[in-house]
C-alpha cells in the first residue's frame, strides 16, 4: 500500500514537473529564445496542447518502460518492442514532436512565419530521432550483434566513401552508367551549343507526324530522368507514338559558364532549340514539352516569341512547371529579401551555384526518407542501398550559372513577376503570357512538395488558349514517370477549369493508371498529318550527327 502512495506521490511530481517545463518552454520561444524571433500563440490551441501533453506524458509514465512507439516506420522493427528502454525513448520522443508540431501550428503568426517555423521544428526533429544514434537504435544495436560488428564495420566504410564521394548514398552508383544502362534510347546529337546538345532519337515507326517534338528538360538534374529505362521512358513513349522526338541536353555548367543569364537560357537555349527543330524537320511548327524549371524556361520563351509576333509552337505541355509562383509550398521558407540580396551580392554577376548545395536543398525537403533514412542504413547498420535508377540521376546533381539564378529566384519565388504583364523584360521583349495563346495540357502531381499541384494549376490563369487539367498521384518525380505498363497509381481529371484548385477537384474524376493515354490522345490531333519516318538524323550538310546520344554534356559531373 505504502509503495502504491510513493507511486502515486512521484507521478503528481513528475506531472508538475512537466508542467512546469512546459511553461518554461512556451515562455522561451515567445520571447525569442535560440535565436527564434519572438512569437504568440493562439491561447486555446495553446491549452489544448498542454492538456493533451500533461496527459500523455502521465500515460507514458504510468506506463513505465512498457510505453510503445506506434505508427512510425522508423520504430516498427520488432527489436525496438523487445527493447525497452529504446522503446520508451522512441514514445518520448514521438510526444515530444507531436507536441512541437502543434506549437507550430498554435502560433500567431503570418503564413510564412508559420511554414518557416514548421520548416524548422521538422528539421530538428528529423535529426534528433532516437533512430539516427546507435546508443539508442535497437535495430542497429541487434544486427551489429548479430553480425559480431560486422555491421558497424561496414559503416565505417560506408562513412569514409561518402564523405570522399562528397553525398550521402541513396543507391548502388556503381551499377548505373549513363547510355549504357540508363539513358539508352537510340538518337544522336545533331546540333549543339555552349549552352546545350539538340538530341534527335530515332523513330520507332514507319510514320511520324508531320510536326516534330521537342522536349525542354529542367537544367537542375540531368535529362534522362525522362529517359531511364526503356520501359519507363517519356522520351521512348513518344516515339512509339510516332512522334519525330528532339531533346534539349543542358550543359552541366563550369567555369566557362560562370556569367550566363536567364536571358541566355531562353534566348540561345530554349528559342534556339525551337528554331532548330524548325530547320531540320521544315516544319513550319512544333508541338513542345516543358518538365519543371526546363517548363518555366519554355513558357517564357514563348511568351518571348509571341512578343515578337511569332508562333512557332502549336501545342505545348507542362509537366509539374510553375509559371504562377503564388504558391510554392515549402520552398517559401528559403527565399526573402536578405537571402536574394545575399546571392545577388555573391554570384549576381558571375560565379556558380554548385550541384550538391542544390541537391541538399531537395533532400532535405524529404528529411526522413531522403537523408536521415540513408545515415541510418548506411552507417549505422552497414548496409548498402540497393540500385535505384531513380535515385541515382537524383544523385546526379548539376551547377547553375550564379546570374541566371540569382534572376530566377528575385523575379520568380521573391517577386512573381513572370505572370504580371509587362513586368520584366527577357531578351529585350515584355512578358505578357496573356499573349501566348495555343492549346496547352497542365499536368500536376498530388503530392509533389517541389511544385505544389495548386501551383501547377495556376497557370490555368494566365494562358488563354484552350487547356487541359490533369492530376496524377503521387509525387514530383513518381507521378510522372508512370508508364501504362505498369499500371500503377492513378489520375483525375475535370473538363471545367474553375476559377482555384479545390473547386477543380471537387469536380474532377478518378480514373486508374497512368496519365500518360490520356497525354497522347490529346496530342494526337496537334501531331498533323502522318510522314514516312526519316532515314537519317539531322539535315543534310548543315546538321549531321556529331555523336551518338545521350552526348557528352550529360555526362559531364558537377
Known amino acids: ?157 560506408n562513412l569514409l566513401a561518402d564523405l570522399q564521394q562528397g553525398h550521402v548514398s541513396m543507391t548502388d552508383e556503381s551499377a548505373f552508367e549513363v547510355g549504357v544502362n540508363v539513358a539508352t534510347t537510340e538518337g544522336a546529337v545533331v546540333f549543339e551549343n555552349e549552352l546545350f546538345q539538340l538530341i534527335e532519337y530515332k523513330p520507332l515507326t514507319k510514320q511520324v507526324y508531320e510536326r516534330p517534338f521537342l522536349v525542354v528538360p529542367p537544367c537542375i538534374n540531368k535529362f534522362y530522368i525522362l529517359d531511364l529505362q526503356p520501359e519507363n521512358s517519356v522520351v521512348r513513349y513518344l516515339s512509339e507514338q510516332g512522334h519525330r522526338t528532339f531533346l534539349v541536353s543542358w550543359r552541366n555548367p563550369d567555369a566557362s559558364m560562370e556569367d550566363k543569364t536567364w536571358d ?69 521558407v528559403f527565399v526573402d529579401e536578405p537571402f536574394v540580396q545575399f546571392r545577388e551580392a555573391t554570384m549576381g554577376s558571375k560565379g556558380l551555384l554548385k550541384g550538391q548545395e542544390l541537391a541538399s536543398t531537395f533532400s532535405f525537403l524529404r528529411p526522413n526518407d531522403l537523408v536521415w ?81 495548386a501551383g501547377a494549376y495556376a497557370s490555368v490563369k494566365h494562358l488563354p488558349g484552350k487547356k487541359r487539367f490533369v492530376m496524377g498521384a503521387s509525387g514530383h518525380i513518381a507521378g510522372v514517370i508512370n508508364p501504362p505498363s505498369k499500371n500503377k497509381r492513378s489520375y483525375w481529371t475535370n473538363d471545367k477549369l474553375p476559377e482555384t484548385f479545390d473547386a477543380w477537384v471537387a469536380g474532377a474524376k478518378e480514373h486508374p493508371g497512368s496519365w500518360w493515354p490520356d497525354w497522347a490522345s490529346w496530342l494526337k490531333p496537334h501531331g498533323g498529318k502522318q510522314i514516312p519516318a526519316p532515314k537519317a538524323y539531322g539535315k543534310a550538310k548543315k546538321y549531321k550527327a556529331i555523336e551518338p546520344a545521350p552526348g557528352r554534356y550529360v555526362k559531364a559531373k558537377a
Not at 423 to 450: A, M, N, Q, W
Open 373 to 453: 533514412n540513408y545515415v541510418v542504413g548506411n552507417y549505422l547498420k552497414g548496409e548498402t542501398p540497393p540500385p535505384f535508377d531513380l535515385l541515382y540521376w537524383n544523385s546526379d546533381s548539376t551547377n547553375l550559372p550564379g546570374p541566371m539564378y540569382a534572376w530566377y529566384l528575385r523575379n520568380t519565388y521573391l517577386e512573381n513577376n513572370l505572370v504580371q504583364p509587362g513586368k520584366v523584360t527577357v531578351c529585350g521583349e515584355k512578358l505578357d503570357f496573356s499573349r501566348v495563346d495555343l492549346p496547352v495540357y497542365l499536368y500536376g502531381s498530388r503530392e509533389d512538395h517541389i511544385v505544389p499541384v
Open 264 to 332: 541566355d537560357y531562353i534566348g540561345d537555349g530554349a528559342i534556339t532549340a525551337i528554331e532548330t527543330v524548325q530547320d531540320i524537320t521544315g516544319a513550319k511548327t512544333i508541338n513542345a514539352l516543358g518538365f519543371c524549371v526546363g517548363g518555366t524556361i519554355l513558357g517564357t520563351a514563348l511568351a518571348v516569341l509571341a512578343a515578337r509576333k511569332r508562333k512557332p509552337v502549336q501545342s505545348a505541355t507542362f509537366l509539374t512547371t510553375f509559371l504562377d509562383f503564388s504558391d510554392t509550398g515549402v520552398l517559401d
Open 1 to 157: 500500500m505504502n509503495s502504491e502512495v510513493d507511486w502515486a506521490a512521484q507521478a503528481r511530481q513528475f506531472q508538475d514537473s512537466i508542467g512546469k517545463q512546459w511553461t518554461q518552454a512556451v515562455q522561451s520561444i515567445q520571447q525569442g529564445a535560440a535565436g527564434l524571433p519572438a512569437l504568440n500563440f493562439q491561447h486555446d490551441k495553446l491549452l489544448e496542447l498542454q492538456q493533451a501533453y500533461l496527459r500523455e506524458a502521465a500515460e507514458l509514465w504510468n506506463q513505465g518502460l512498457g510505453g510503445k512507439p506506434n505508427g512510425d516506420k522508423r520504430f516498427a522493427n520488432d527489436a525496438w518492442s523487445r527493447n525497452p528502454v529504446a522503446s520508451f525513448s522512441a514514445a518520448v520522443y514521438l510526444l515530444n514532436a507531436r507536441t512541437l508540431l502543434g506549437l507550430a501550428e498554435a502560433a500567431d503568426a503570418d503564413d510564412k512565419t508559420k511554414t518557416r517555423l514548421r520548416f524548422a521544428v521538422e528539421q530538428w526533429l528529423a535529426a534528433s530521432a532516437p533512430s539516427n544514434f546507435l546508443a539508442l537504435n535497437a535495430e542497429a544495436q541487434q544486427k551489429a550483434i548479430e553480425t559480431r560488428g560486422e555491421s558497424i564495420a561496414r559503416g565505417v566504410q
